[in-house]
């Protein structure tokens, strides 16, 4: 565990290298542990993919105290430790006009029944948020559904729009340019400011992806603008 500082109101602690499960998990337990120590002045925690940022009130906190507090933590114990996440599915309606880039994938010899087969009801790792809020950056993916970013990126993409970009998927919370090969849509708000929580995961949780039709897209949505519909989640021990 390195500790840095880049800022004057930011620690970065780094626990490797390499986007790795076991990795995240001590970001994940580390996040868990700070938060719950309630350290004077500390006023948010951000896992990454190989790091933690802390961010202080700088005039609040005595920093000296604060690296010597953290450098004292077992990281490899606190690992060990059960915690608890979240499983949440999100429905998705793959490919037509929701998923235009599902038939990329016929150069490698699969079929659009065959990427939503490899995609779907799978326990995919949220790494990290980012890019923007609720932007999840998953791990897990098929190596069959590995794809490089589009040459030229959209300037615009759908809310909601679930996608391929390298080795990892993900969805757009909202409507954004980006580079990723779309391969469906969700009518699940990813950020609701009026929801609690807001993003519906984080660092640590785990992501499965539900195909629906357009009828059962279509009713949710409706759904979801009544008010009436809860995306369906499981809290899990590890």
Same mark, same amino acid.
């Given at each position: 565990?390195?500790?840095?500082?880049?800022?004057?109101?930011?620690?970065?602690?780094?626990?490797?290298?390499?986007?790795?499960?076991?990795?995240?998990?001590?970001?994940?337990?580390?996040?868990?542990?700070?938060?719950?120590?309630?350290? =004077?002045?500390? &006023?948010?925690?951000?896992?990454? @993919?190989?790091?933690? $940022?802390? /961010? *202080? #009130?700088?005039?609040?906190?005595?920093?000296?105290?604060?690296?010597?507090?953290?450098?004292?933590?077992?990281?490899?114990?606190?690992?060990?430790?059960?915690?608890?996440?979240?499983?949440? =599915?999100?429905? &998705?309606?793959?490919?037509?006009? @929701?998923?235009?880039? $599902?038939? /990329? *994938? #016929?150069?490698?010899?699969?079929?659009?029944?065959?990427?939503?087969?490899?995609?779907?009801?799978?326990?995919?790792?949220?790494?990290?948020?980012?890019?923007?809020?609720?932007?999840?950056?998953?791990?897990?993916?098929?190596?069959?559904?590995?794809?490089?970013?589009?040459?030229?990126?959209?300037?615009?993409?759908?809310?909601?729009?679930?996608?391929?970009?390298?080795?990892?998927?993900?969805?757009?919370?909202?409507?954004?340019?980006?580079?990723?090969?779309?391969?469906?849509?969700?009518?699940?708000?990813?950020?609701?400011?009026?929801?609690?929580?807001?993003?519906?995961?984080?660092?640590?949780?785990?992501?499965?992806?539900?195909?629906?039709?357009?009828?059962?897209?279509?009713?949710?949505?409706?759904?979801?603008?009544?008010?009436?519909?809860?995306?369906?989640?499981?809290?899990?021990?590890?």
């Amino acid at each position: 565990m390195k500790i840095r500082q880049f800022a004057e109101d930011a620690l970065t602690i780094y626990l490797g290298d390499e986007i790795d499960e076991a990795v995240n998990r001590q970001i994940v337990a580390l996040r868990h542990h700070i938060e719950a120590q309630s350290f =004077e002045g500390v &006023v948010e925690v951000i896992p990454s @993919y190989t790091s933690l $940022i802390i /961010h *202080f #009130e700088v005039f609040s906190v005595d920093l000296e105290k604060l690296k010597a507090a953290l450098e004292k933590i077992d990281i490899d114990a606190l690992a060990q430790e059960p915690f608890q996440y979240r499983v949440i =599915e999100i429905p &998705v309606c793959y490919g037509g006009e @929701y998923g235009p880039d $599902i038939g /990329h *994938f #016929e150069t490698s010899g699969l079929s659009e029944e065959d990427v939503v087969h490899l995609h779907a009801d799978t326990e995919y790792l949220v790494y990290m948020l980012g890019f923007m809020p609720g932007f999840p950056f998953l791990g897990g993916l098929d190596e069959r559904l590995h794809k490089d970013r589009l040459e030229t990126p959209r300037v615009s993409i759908p809310a909601g729009s679930v996608g391929i970009g390298g080795r990892q998927t993900g969805m757009y919370p909202f409507e954004s340019p980006g580079g990723w090969h779309l391969l469906g849509r969700t009518p699940v708000p990813l950020f609701d400011a009026d929801r609690n929580p807001a993003i519906l995961y984080g660092a640590g949780d785990r992501i499965v992806y539900r195909s629906i039709g357009e009828d059962e897209y279509k009713d949710i949505e409706k759904r979801v603008a009544q008010g009436d519909y809860e995306v369906n989640s499981e809290v899990r021990n590890k």
